[in-house]
Nanobody
Framework: VQLQASGGGLVQAGGSLRLSCAAS????????LGWFRQAPGKEREFVAA????????YYADSVKGRFSISRDNAKNTVYLQMNSLKPEDTAVYYC???????????????????WGKGTQVTVSS
């Protein structure tokens, strides 16, 4: 599976961006597709994920209510709609795929098998 993330950019606080992650290759029914982010000097952290077959979604507490993850089955694409952006959301955002995931593992970075190159999101105050 190859992942291509896009949609990053510079936005003012309170603004919105939508990230896309196009997946090539087979996505299994119990695959997880997730977004992580890494700010300078910090560890890469979980942002949001979904289980492909179920469409069930999971969010970090820091983005709950502001970010929304969704998928387009026909395009093998996952989206991250980011609203009410804050300067602390500034980071490189990565999409990742886990061949087999569950509600217990979907937030765990080391469980993901494939990673795309990141896309920079910068939120100015």
């Amino acid at each position: 599976v190859q992942l291509q993330a896009s949609g990053g950019g510079l936005v003012q606080a309170g603004g919105s961006l939508r990230l896309s992650c196009a997946a090539s290759g087979r996505i299994f029914n119990n695959s997880g597709l997730g977004w992580f982010r890494q700010a300078p000097g910090k560890e890469r952290e979980f942002v949001a994920a979904l289980i492909w077959s179920l469409g069930s979604t999971y969010y970090a507490d820091s983005v709950k209510g502001r970010f929304s993850i969704s998928r387009d089955n026909a395009k093998n694409t996952v989206y991250l709609q980011m609203n009410s952006l804050k300067p602390e959301d500034t980071a490189v955002y990565y999409c990742a795929a886990d061949r087999a995931t569950s509600a217990h593992t979907v937030r765990i970075k080391r469980m993901y098998d494939y990673w795309g190159k990141g896309t920079q999101v910068t939120v100015s105050s």
